[in-house]
């Protein structure tokens, strides 16, 4: 398999040039390319782009917002979304009618950085660039340090016709984005988001409703209730695109087994019956599988809704075990019924977790709370 970070590569630079140039005849491609390829073989995928945005830097003019319009003129029409509403890959490096995809994050970067000084010529090119490739990133220091100001033009956008820039205003936004810049402003306080969430989560593209939803599961991290009580008020009356997104929002509060979530979505009461929990085999190898059976026998004189999750209790370098939650079932149980339930777990690495060998604990959770556990040995 190709390495992600070769998404920026020496033809991603040469091209960006090429377009530059096109858009502005004295653009040094030649001082651009050389800055943005030195030691590019050696350097991971972030670095490639911060060290593109430096030659960047380096070569766009001086006034902020001549190279704003240098950079936008280079740019590729916006792009298009598929059948499903989704974006076109950004997997090709620059399009042949302009920039797009990852090149796109070097420019945001370069925004970013110059642009703190001159706010709304920053978000007039984030408002283009984020067509051609997320400007989530690059938005964000402007948030942290002219909040108020750059909060006014999202709740302008939540109205744009674009669905990308409808998009940045919720992503833009989060609290604890992955990879971007934390806003510790935000984490303490979500308040000032609240508006541009209640605005865009019946937004007619799914692309933009599932970030609404990513952005309220950011704010549940730190205020559960808060994220339980919109649920509970925002299911009123909801159409079906709304309770999904409000589903998708309340997965980690769902798997935490946060009590006022679970009464919101009728999951308050806990399992009326048995449940037991048994694995394919007492060890395991790292790259393996191991297979979960669940049985669940009701008591009750009434149909239980039932969340069924699992948690898999990592063993860490220090020895010590950190959990790690799992989607497992989502179903109603009868009265009376008993059902079987069968799931293979993956235990092959992921770039987010390092399995380490040693006695590891799955237990069930059914409607957040732990009923039943079983063990085994992880070898490398």
């Known amino acids: 398999m190709e390495p992600f970070k070769n998404l920026i590569n020496r033809d991603t630079v040469a091209a960006t040039g090429a377009h530059l140039k096109r858009a502005w005849p004295r653009f040094d491609r030649k001082r651009f390319e ?8 050696g350097l991971e995928f972030k670095s490639r782009a911060m060290q593109m945005a430096d030659a960047l830097q380096a070569t766009l003019p ?16 916006p792009l298009a979304l598929d059948a499903k509403g989704e974006p076109v890959s950004h997997s090709a490096a620059v399009a042949a009618t302009g920039v797009a995809g990852w090149a796109v994050w070097s420019m945001g970067e370069f925004v970013a950085r110059r642009g703190v000084r001159d706010v709304p010529t920053a978000l007039a090119c984030l408002h283009a660039l984020t067509q051609r490739f997320t400007a989530e990133f690059a938005i ?38 992955p990879w971007g810049l934390r806003l510790q402003a935000l984490v303490a306080d979500p308040s000032p988001t609240l508006p541009l969430l209640r605005a865009l989560q019946d937004d007619p593209s799914s692309y933009v409703r599932r970030s609404v939803a990513n952005h309220l599961n950011d ?36 798997k935490s087994g946060h009590a006022p979530t679970l009464a919101a979505w009728g999951l308050a009461s806990g ?57 497992g079932w989502k179903l109603s149980l009868a009265p009376g019924e008993e059902r079987v339930l069968a799931k293979r777990h993956s235990l092959r690495p992921v770039t987010t977790r390092t399995l380490y060998p040693g006695r590891h604990v799955v237990d069930l959770r059914v409607n957040g709370v732990a009923l039943a556990e079983a063990t085994f040995l992880l070898s490398v």
């Open 271 to 327: 399992l009326k019956g048995e449940a037991t929990l048994t694995l394919s085999s007492s060890r395991a190898a790292v790259g393996a599988d191991i297979g979960l059976s669940v049985v669940l026998r009701s008591t009750a004189r009434k149909p239980q809704l039932l969340e069924v999750d699992y948690a898999v209790h990592h063993v860490r370098a220090n020895g010590g075990t950190s959990p790690k939650v799992f989607k």
């Open 34 to 41: 050389a800055q943005a390829t030195e030691g590019l073989e």
């Open 140 to 177: 964000r220091p402007l948030i942290q340090h002219h909040p108020a100001q750059v909060l006014d033009t999202l709740g302008q956008w939540v109205s744009d016709p674009s669905p990308h820039v409808r998009r940045l205003v919720s992503e833009g936004s989060r609290p604890r984005l």
């Open 62 to 77: 001086d006034d902020f917002a001549q190279a704003c319009d240098v950079l936008q003129a280079s740019l590729a029409p």
């Open 219 to 254: 704010i549940a991290k730190d205020h559960p209730d808060l994220v339980a009580g919109w649920v509970r008020d925002h299911l009123i009356d909801a159409p079906g695109e709304r309770s999904a997104l409000l589903r998708h929002a309340s997965r980690s509060l769902i």
